[in-house]
């Protein structure tokens, strides 16, 4: 069974794959407060990157890979 860190980036690789919108672009203190145990900037960055990067290697065969527009600029340490 996946960890709780785990089944967090799962359901982001998922909600980004059925959205079709890039998590990366998304208000990242929003996300933060839903995840199951607390997340620094840094490893919120790491996962929502992770899930984008699934869902563009592995496209979805019907509306092929996610939207990537250029990423957002990067938050001091210590915000989400």
């Known amino acids: ?3 709780a860190l785990g089944s967090f980036l799962a ?3 998922i909600y980004e794959r ?5 998590l990366r672009r998304l208000d990242r203190g929003q996300l933060a ?14 996962l929502l990157e ?4 699934a869902n563009a290697r592995y496209p979805d065969p019907l509306t092929g ?6 990423p957002r600029a ?3 340490d210590g915000h989400c």
């Open 11 to 13: 359901a982001l690789t």
């Open 50 to 53: 992770a899930a984008h990067l």
């Open 18 to 22: 059925l959205s079709r919108r890039d």
């Open 65 to 70: 890979p996610p939207p990537d527009p250029a």
């Open 33 to 46: 407060s839903s995840a199951p145990i607390p997340l620094t900037a840094a490893e919120l960055a790491e």
């Open 74 to 76: 990067p938050l001091p």
């Open 1 to 3: 069974h996946p960890s």
